[in-house]
Structure formats: C-alpha cells, structure tokens
C-alpha cells in the first residue's frame, strides 16, 4: 500500500504506474507495472475516482503517524509539503507550523478545487472524478452594467436595450427604433412602449399623462423609473441618466419623432399643426357634447 496522489516535491498528481513525477521528475516509488492502489482515507463521501483506490477509514502503520487535516478534508503526514488528495500546498515552511498559523491551502490560478477533492481546470465545467458541477450559471449582478456602455451614440430601447443609433429594430425585442411602418393616423408612443391615439390624454395600457412628454429611465433588468430616481425601484443597481426613453410622435408614415417635431423629415407633413387640428376638433366635439347633455337636462 503505497500513499500519495500527488507529488510531495511540487504537488503534481501521480498515478499507481508513474515512477516519475511527470511535474518535476522526482521519483515516486511507484513502478511502471505496479498494480498498487493508492491509500487516501477519507473524511468524507469523496466521490468516484478514474484509478484504483483503497476506500479503507485506516491507517496501519508500524510507527506512529503524525498527520493534520487538509481543508478538502483528507489526511496527510505532518511532514508533507503538498496534499495527499488534491494537491494542494499546506504549508508555506515548517517554521509556520511551530507558530501555529493557520491558512488555507493555496491553488494555482489555473486550477478548481472540487469538493470531491479532485483538482480541475479552471475551463472545466463539471468535476472530472465525481461530475459534480463546477460552476455557477446563474447570473450575478453587476451594479454597474448600467453604465457599461456598448455604442458611443446610443440609442435605447423601451425594453431597456442598447442599440447603436442607427438601427431599425430592437436586437432584444424586435421593436421597431426608426420607423413603425404604414398607420391610419399620427399616434402618441408612450414610455410604456403602447401606442395611443393622438388625442387621448392618458396612455391606454400604464395611465401615464399624453398631453405632456413623459421621461424614464430604463434599467438594464428593463424596469422603467423616475427619472428624479438614482437606483432603480426592482434591482436597486444605480441608474444611468444616458438610458432614458421619451414619449414619441409617430407619423402616420410610421417615422418615429421627437415629442417637439413640427414636421415629419420622412414624408414632410407638418406633424404639429395635424395634432392642433385634430385636438381642436376633440375638444369641439367634447362641447358640443357637453351642450346636449345639458340641453337634455
């Protein structure tokens, strides 16, 4: 029975059939037509492992054995630079031991401990000996994506995207930046991303005041805020003033305009004076209204 998984010179792994460290060159014992399993006692439930291993909580030995016990929960000579199982460097000296300091095992860069004990590539997924998974997938919270900008001239979806100035279309949501295409009659784009009728006073899906041009700031996560607002109201990441979106006009040739546009500069009608027209004649009507009902009365 022979212990060591890993080189006690540089720390590199070993197998049974290994003489010499593939690491350093240092010699192993091991012989290249050894069968010998390699004796790692474990703490606890370690896993399954690619080479043959003696599985047995005991040590035999004719001399007392000194050991401590590594943080992947092995146990190792107390003599031994590197660790047992997975390889990792114990001890910076032996004069770090007289003072008692206590550290955690330090891994190269390149290198993920599992907690199987096996050492893996940073590249590596899941574990190579046990499968267990490596790395997390869910996605952390960066407070500040919302000024990572992509574009220096940015334009900003009501989803919450960035797209370069340019663009047609949303690259998250497929909506429509420049152009809605062919409508009945000029619209009100509210900051909800819903289109209105020119006269209504209160957008129809979010209640939001039409008759005067509404700002929010979008957050990354795509919720919309104030814009007297410094974090954003769902995730609480600081907010960006450059991703605000405005209400828009929409021409009835679809051309998408800034709130104060006087004339359409795809099919030049005078965008202006058609929504004078066309809320003169509500308010008209609303009176007229207004004067049957009381004629009624």
Known sequence: MHAGNYCKV?????????PYCTG??????NDASNETCILTPPIHNIGFFNFPIDFSPYIITNSDFKYDICSCGYLNDIDNEFCYMCGAKRSESKLSRIFKRKSKPKFSIDNVLCECGAVNSK???????CGKQLKDDTVKKDNYSNFNLEFKDSIFCYCGEENEKFSMFCRNCGRPL???????DIAILCTCSTLNEITSDFCIECGTNLKREDKKIVCVCGHHNSPNLRFCEDCDRPLNPQRNVKTKIVCSCGEILDWDSDYCPNCGKNVKMRIIHKNS???TVRSLK??????LK
């Open 10 to 18: 540089c720390g590199h792994r070993i197998l049974p059939n290994e």
């Open 24 to 29: 350093c060159g240092a010699k192993t014992g």
């Open 123 to 129: 590249e590596n997924v899941y574990c190579e000996m």
């Open 178 to 184: 420049r152009n809605y295409g062919s409508l009945n």
């Open 281 to 283: 004649v509500k308010s």
């Open 290 to 295: 207004d004067m049957f009902k009381e004629g």
